[in-house]
């Protein structure tokens, strides 16, 4: 299942269904792997995905810009199985169009890889809106929802 040229492998989380674990030191600053996916209009990801209002939100979509939303679940890769953390040791880095999972720490092997997912909705991050996007990474500084910290 896991892509054996890649610093980690796929197996199951604490935190959620899937993650990403490093099967080899990873230094701080590693471009580990790309978030592949089909890419789409906001609208047509939209329509494949219409929210239902008061469900718990789970798609493997990651918005790029106002204009070009990937779609991991169709011709995505393994970065789709890392999980969101409110103490991550990856960041999702814009570059050129693309999005790619960078090590923002060291991080050792065993280690899972977790990146902060900052959804920002188009409505304001409600308490109700944050209890449909709850956090469960464990972390000290878990804010309890996998929204962006702002608005
Ligand atoms: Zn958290």
Redesign the pocket.
Known sequence: MTDTSLPFEVRHSPIQGFGGYATRPIAAGTRIVEYAGERLTPEAAEARYPDVIGERHHTYLFAIDDEVVVDAAVNGNEARFLN???APNCDAVFDDGRIWIDAIHDIEVGEELVYDYAYILPERHTPAAKKRFP?????IT???T?LAKKR
Do not use: E
């Not at 956090?135 to 972390?139: K, R």
């Open positions: 969101h953390s409110c956090c469960f990474c464990g972390a878990c804010r309890g996998i």
